[in-house]
């Protein structure tokens, strides 16, 4: 069985704050705190939760932001 490093290449704490970005969540709505709120709303989840000095999912390589309709079918 793998160890957690193995499985996740996560080694430490630092790799994890200075390692390469991930791309933004495809769902970002215009700002971390709005796609948390809609998305990641649970207590494990550390979307938007400062790390190192970091604001995850802050960052990222962009991706072309389109608003979504304010009205849902």
């Known amino acids: ?7 996740t290449g996560i080694h430490s704490s630092s790799d994890m704050a200075g390692g390469p970005s991930r791309p933004q969540d ?27 000095g970091k604001v995850l999912g802050a960052t990222g390589p962009p991706k072309p932001f389109k608003p979504r309709p304010t009205t849902r079918p």
Do not use: C, K
């Open 1 to 7: 069985m793998l160890a957690i490093a193995e499985a």
């Open 26 to 52: 495809p769902r970002y709505i215009g700002n971390v705190q709005g796609t948390q709120r809609e998305f990641h709303a649970t207590e494990d989840s550390m979307y938007g939760r400062e790390v190192a």
